[in-house]
Each structure stands twice: as structure tokens, then as C-alpha cells.
């Protein structure tokens, strides 16, 4: 039987087939010179981008060489006080780079202030995702005159009048919060919990009612709480920048979305309400009444949609850094028990045993410990501890360095807040330091910078001072407080502001009298 051989391709089909026209190519592959070509274009713009970051670094201190392309990003995927401790030790003015972004950041009071006080230089940007989830259009991104004119209409929904209004909706909404915060065995004995994500809850319900009153119905409340907590994910300091599906950035867009449609009812229902004569009940309708007050001289035209924007940015601006604040405060009493007790104290003393009755502005006004609690809370550990500017042009913000354009330039909340100067051992809770109206915590204001500073400066601080305050003071007169430590409690985590690892457990027994 005659043995059969495969078929095979004549050599010079297959040189053919597999052999590209040297037509069609600029370039011969198989010549040594293309991949010299290649390697030196790659060498060239390594050295081109590694030039640029020395040249705009100049004397900074900050690393010789950045890593090609991504810099920093690394680090800046995991956050963590070390290493920005370190970054902020390295100088007063630093340099890196992330994604071929130069940034400078700023440690000192000085530099800091300087910042946040040249709007002509540097405006605010927040981090890249926020103007995809805020929307462009959103007040908090105008920057000069409009600005100013814009941030002046919303300053008299934070007035003595407005806050006194509502502080009786804050007084309702914790005090039906804390009937569910005693958490138990199956046995009935009072049991540690981590009180990070309850507590959030509690403030983003507080917020939603002051902001919107009954104009949404109670389950709008708990599905935008759900939801936000993508929102706090997608504002981390670096994160992927692009809105596609699965990734931070698009689960935030659809939480927005609906927490947008909320309060665009919100705000429809409330025109509706104060064109009817009702008196206000929140900060929306409080808007409202204004802009229908005759005497009123400012703008009228608010759309339904620009209102629930406005409202959603103050809930970007105040859940996370109101929350942090919120746990942080529960945590740094329970692990004082004397200062709780001087808080109990004045309570007792403000309220004289009654803490049944709701909490006013002018019994609050009584507080001045309570007040000094909070003050000192923020100060040790600060929600937010940087904000990111962008230069609109050449800043220079020192007499022998300029920020180039177009670079990041970040200021320092967190170094001003613990100068042993003006806060002699800076790491300890002290409220008393706040209580000396001559010492060096009180004739410092511009080491205060838990709020920001300048044009930008947070315009809710007597709201959310407020709000804590409140929350606290109740609490301490109706649980007793024990703190669980766990190797992870004085650990932070940096989700967009800081928390304690371990989300802060506490156990928490209803007292007697309460």
C-alpha cells in the first residue's frame, strides 16, 4: 500500500500568506533599525517626561525621579496618614507626580492660607470624579463674581432664624435613632457594635429631613443612605476617572440619579407648599419663602432642578465630613470619661434634668463645654485634611518657587490644626484649651482650619457644628458609653474623609433618667 504524505504549502505560498508588501510598511521589520527607532522614540519620551517633572519640581523636595507614567499612583490608590505625614515632613512646599499630574503640596499654615485665599490663582477641584457626579453645572464649580453672588442667596439658609428651625427637626430624628441604637445579645445583655455605618445613617436622615421636611416620603431617606456610600467611594483622592459599568465612579452617577429625582420632588413639592401659604418646615421651603418675600432683592429663578443640585451638594458637603466628625466625637469621649462626665454635667445643669423637652438654640447657646468638645473633636482628628486646588495660571507662592499652570496644589488642613505652638501637645484632647479666651488655641484662628478658609470656606459650619453638638449632648444623657479597643480602633481608614478602622464599636446602655 503506497504510503499517502500529508499535503504541504509550497515555500513560496506560505512566504505569501505570511509576509506582509514591504509597500505597505514604512519600515522593514525585519531591520534592526525599527526597533532602535522604537526604542529611542519610548527612551525619548521617558527622558522628555522625567525633564518636564524635574523642571517644574525645581528645588522642591519630593523624589529626583518620577516613576514613568503613573508617579505616584500607587501610593495614592491606599492612602494613608503615614505616608502623607511623611510627604508633609519632607517640607513646606513638596512636589510629585500621579498620571504625569504634577502636584505641589503645601504643609505649612502660610502656604496653606495662601492657597485657599488667591482665587485668582487656584480654584478648587475637588477630585476628578466629583463634576461627573455633581454635575458641571453645579454651583460649588463658579469661581469669582458668580460665585460670590451665587454662595451670597444661600447664605441666609444658614441664618440664627434658619439653624433655630432646624435644630427641632435634628432633636427628632436622633432621639428616634437612638431608640435603635442599644444593640443586644439573644440573651438581652447590651452588646458591642461598630456605630460607623448607624451613624451615617442617622446624619444623612437628619440632613435630608432638615434640607427637604416631608416634601419626600420616609423610605426616599433610607434608599438614598443606601446608596450614598457609593458616593463616598467615588470620591477618594485618585480613583479610575471614567463612568463605565462596574466601576466607582458609574455605581456613584446611578446613587446620584436617584437621590437627584428625590429632591427634585422635594423641590417641586415645596414651591407648591409656601405658594399655598404654608410656613416653612425646612431648608428648601425656607429658600422658597425668601425668594417669594417682596422685599427680597436677589435672584427668584430657581428651577426644580437646580435646587435639588444645590441640595445634593450640601449633602456631598456635610454627610462624610459631618459623619466622620459624628464618630470621631463618640469615640474620643468615650475614651475620656471625665470630659463625658463634665458633659453630663452641663447638661444636667443647661437642662436642668428635663431631657425629655427638645434642645433650642438658646439652651444650646448655655453649652460653651459642649461647644468646646466639638471644637476640639475636629481639631484632633479633622474629616477632611486637604482639599485639591488647581492653578489657573503661573502662582507664585513663594519668593523663589511659582506653581506652574495647570498643576495641582494642595493645602494642608491637618499640620495647621496640630502646631505645638498654638496647640501645645497637639495630639491630645483638650477642650479646656478652648475655653481660655486668651490662649494660644483661641488668638490662633487661622490655624482653625477645619473649615477651609477664603471664598470657598464651608458655608454650613453653624449647621453642622450644630448638629453635632446635639447628637452628642443626647447621647451622653441618655446611654452610658464603653469603647471595645481593637487593634484596629486608633488605626484610620481614609474613605474621602477619615475614619477609624474599625468603624468605632461601642457598647451603649440606656441610662436610668433617660
Known sequence: MPILKAASMPSSTAEALYKLPSTLLPFSVESPSWWYTTAAILVTILVLEQTVYRYKKRHLPGDKWTIPLIGKFADSMKPTMEGYQKQWQSGALSALSVFNIFIVMASSNEYSRKILNSPTHAEPCLVHSAKAILRPENWVFLTGKEHVDYRRCLNMLFTRRAIGMYIGIQDTITREHFMTWAAKDSNGKPVAQ???????????????????????PPHATKEISDKYWAVTQALELVNFPFALPGTKVYK????????????????????????????????????????????????????????????????????????????????????????????????????????????????????????????ESLRVKPPVTMVPYKTIKAFPISQDYTVPANSMVIPSFYNSLHDPEVFPRPDEFQPDRWLDPNSSANTNPKNYLVWGSGPHRCIGVEYAMMNMALVLATAAVMFDWEHEITPQSYEIDIIATLFPRDGCRLTLTPRAHA
Open 252 to 375: 456613584a452617577k446611578q446613587a446620584a440619579k436617584v437621590a437627584m429625582d428625590w429632591l427634585t420632588l422635594a423641590a417641586r413639592n415645596s414651591k407648591i407648599a409656601i405658594a399655598n401659604g404654608a410656613e416653612p418646615e425646612c431648608l428648601i421651603d425656607e429658600w422658597m419663602r425668601i425668594c417669594a418675600d417682596p422685599t427680597y432683592k436677589g435672584r427668584r429663578d430657581f428651577s426644580d432642578d437646580e435646587i435639588a443640585m444645590v441640595v445634593f451638594s450640601f449633602l456631598f458637603a456635610s454627610q462624610d465630613a459631618m459623619s466622620s466628625g459624628l464618630i470621631f466625637g463618640f469615640q474620643h469621649l468615650a475614651d475620656h470619661p471625665e470630659i463625658l462626665a463634665k458633659v453630663r454635667e452641663e447638661q444636667e445643669r443647661v437642662r436642668q434634668g428635663n431631657f425629655d423637652s427638645p434642645l433650642t438654640l438658646e439652651l444650646m447657646d448655655q453649652m460653651p463645654y459642649l461647644q468646646a468638645v466639638v471644637k
Open 194 to 216: 461598630p456605630i460607623m455605618m448607624i451613624a451615617r445613617y442617622l446624619n444623612m436622615d437628619t440632613s435630608l429631613r432638615v434640607f427637604c421636611g416631608n416634601h419626600i
